[in-house]
């Protein structure tokens, strides 16, 4: 319970208590949770319902980057059940690159950092955290300077070798030293959940990541909306 969600509480600190406080709501004997449960139209049709509500999130995919089957290399569901752990047990060196700029790639660079990892930032985006406005922006600059994260932003990014990162800074290459290079999923909206359950219920409506990235914030928005409105 809580999908990617679930992830996110382990590296911001004020998710934590929305995670539980949703969690603790789940146990309401008037709502029929089913899990290990593949969707289907036929199961919608079953249930027959006034309303479905799809919100199934992004989907990810990977960064195109040469030489990211590296054995040094770490991503996809591998740095998920990292995250999940909180590196608790992960296997990482001392030196460590992460190969993005947006908010999940900044709170997981300060959280390693302040775990004694030396953390650097390598994203061809010029800058950081795009995703949230200007104030929080500044706020998370602000904690990657206090951690000691080091930020390459704006740079191509060439190519993963064995002794970390390859790119080019104003015409000229570069290496960027790491142990272990982590590439965070990018995640883009998916409606095919939604295109294949249209017509299955006198409304039909998608909230979240699936309608295109967003924060929780967004997410709570949404939903307090449509609650509303159904």
Not at 56 to 80: F, H, K
Not at 140 to 161: H, P, Y
């Amino acid at each position: 319970m809580g999908g990617r969600f679930s992830l996110a509480v382990q590296m911001h600190r004020d998710n934590p208590v929305f995670l539980s406080y949703l969690l603790e709501q789940m146990k309401n004997p008037a709502i029929d949770v089913r899990t290990d449960c593949e969707l289907t139209p036929e199961l919608v049709k079953e249930l027959r319902p006034d309303v479905i509500v799809v919100a199934t999130g992004a989907r990810a995919v990977a960064m195109p980057i040469p030489g990211c089957e590296e054995a040094q290399v770490v991503s996809g569901d591998t740095l998920n059940e990292m995250i999940a752990d909180c590196f608790a047990s992960a296997d990482l060196g001392k030196k460590l690159v992460i190969l993005d700029s947006g908010i999940v790639a900044v709170e997981l660079a300060e959280f390693l950092a302040r775990a004694g990892k030396s953390v650097s930032i390598v994203s061809a985006n010029s800058r950081l955290a795009n995703e949230v406005g200007k104030k929080r922006r500044g706020e998370e600059s602000k904690r990657l300077d206090l951690a000691g994260v080091s930020v390459n932003t704006g740079v191509e990014i060439n190519e993963i070798v064995a002794e970390g990162v390859l790119i080019t800074v104003a015409g000229k290459q570069r290496l960027v030293k790491a142990d272990n290079v982590l590439i965070p999923e990018m995640y883009v909206a998916d409606n095919s959940v939604l295109e294949s359950l249209s017509g299955l219920a006198p409304e039909v409506y998608a909230v979240g990541d699936c309608t295109g990235f967003g924060l929780v914030k967004q997410g709570v928005k949404q939903v307090t909306e449509l609650f509303y409105k159904i």
